[in-house]
């Protein structure tokens, strides 16, 4: 006897429910489901599994409906903008990013995140607000749930794509060229990147330049003293007006809050984490002692010590 789940009704109040059956009944029932399914999308409604940053949520006229779910949706929107805007260079500076946020869900052994992971969030137009899909014919289209970035800002990050593979930097190269993605080409006006250049003689040389193929400014270096100084200068030369500062307090201020929501968020969600590996180990414990074979107890105590290890 086999059991399907029904999925959700186009207008989002399909009953949840489990059919049993011959092959005959369950094709219908697949052929079915298949059909609300594609109706839903259709009427511009995701109707697959959350991804990462978004949860489903009652939405009354809609039905289940994509919501941001923090923090991981903050996440997911500094990591695609910082892709955009030139701050991350490579999709493996991307995945280090996401790497290093406590809460974003990790998919390989020691907290790391396969690049398949990173490769899928770039290109994913659900995080614009809008659907597509393909094995239906149902063209891309604007979405009814809100989006985690601006579609113009997802162009960017696909224009970014198509120009091609980047070494990705150092983890510690923005210690020694901190501007690199902050300052432009003249040029091209794309953000440079940085490097250090040997020398004949063996002697090391930071420099900022300019990776835009198409730029006639293309691997032109420039010193890193020469633009950091001259940059320095721009600095000090600058007098910001009352106006500027109240809007620019504004801004730290939004962002100050971001961020503190976004760390009661990450806080939250370890705390979790910590009471369910701990009643996970309660639960083993008390398996260890109502076992008598070995070889199950060496497996309890394997599992256990895994999760004193996340702990």
């Known amino acids: 006897m086999t059991c399907y789940p029904c999925l959700d009704h186009p207008a989002g109040d399909f009953p949840g429910?489990?059919?049993?059956?011959?092959?005959?009944?369950?094709?219908?029932?697949?052929?079915?489901?298949?059909?609300?399914?594609?109706?839903?999308?259709?009427?511009?409604?995701?109707?697959?599994?959350?991804?990462?940053?978004?949860?489903?949520?009652?939405v009354s006229e809609h039905g289940n409906l994509l919501v941001r779910e923090e923090p991981n949706a903050t996440i997911i929107q500094e990591a695609l903008e910082g892709f955009a805007t030139?701050?991350?260079e490579t999709q493996v500076e991307v995945r280090r990013f996401l790497e290093s946020q406590p809460a974003f869900p990790k998919d390989l052994p020691g907290g790391k995140i396969r690049n398949q992971r990173v490769f899928d969030i770039v290109r994913?137009?659900?995080?614009?607000?809008?659907?597509?899909?393909?094995?239906?014919?149902?063209a891309l289209r604007k979405g009814h749930h809100e989006g985690l970035i601006s579609y113009e800002t997802f162009e960017k990050i696909q224009d970014r794509l198509l120009e091609g593979a980047k070494a990705p930097a150092r983890k510690d190269i923005n210690e020694d060229f901190p501007l690199r993605g902050f300052v432009t080409c003249d040029d091209c006006e794309r953000?440079?990147?940085?490097?250090?250049?040997?020398?004949?003689?063996?002697?090391?040389?930071?420099?900022?330049?300019c990776h835009n193929k198409a730029c006639?400014?293309?691997?032109?270096?420039?010193?890193?003293d020469k633009l950091e100084t001259e940059f320095e200068a721009i600095l000090q030369s600058m007098q910001p007006t009352e106006n500027l500062f109240v809007i620019v307090k504004t801004m730290f201020k939004h962002a100050?809050?971001?961020?503190?929501?976004?760390?009661?968020?990450?806080?939250?969600?370890?705390?979790?984490?910590?009471?369910?590996?701990?009643?996970?180990?309660?639960?083993?414990?008390?398996?260890?002692?109502?076992?008598?074979?070995?070889?199950?107890?060496?497996?309890?105590?394997?599992?256990?010590?895994?999760?004193?290890?996340?702990?």
């Open 191 to 209: 953000p440079l990147t940085a490097c250090w250049s040997t020398s004949k003689t063996g002697k090391k040389h930071p420099y900022y330049l």
């Open 124 to 138: 994913r137009p659900v995080y614009v607000g809008y659907i597509e899909a393909e094995n239906w014919n149902i």
């Open 86 to 88: 030139g701050r991350f």
């Open 256 to 311: 100050w809050n971001q961020r503190l929501i976004q760390s009661k968020d990450t806080m939250s969600k370890l705390r979790q984490d910590v009471k369910k590996a701990e009643r996970q180990i309660d639960q083993l414990l008390d398996r260890i002692v109502d076992a008598e074979n070995a070889s199950v107890i060496r497996a309890y105590e394997t599992k256990i010590a895994k999760l004193e290890k996340q702990n």
């Open 216 to 224: 006639e400014s293309h691997r032109k270096s420039i010193p890193r």
């Open 17 to 58: 429910c489990f059919a049993q059956g011959g092959d005959g009944a369950c094709e219908q029932l697949n052929s079915d489901i298949g059909g609300l399914m594609r109706a839903r999308t259709m009427n511009c409604y995701w109707c697959f599994q959350a991804p990462i940053g978004y949860r489903y949520e009652r």
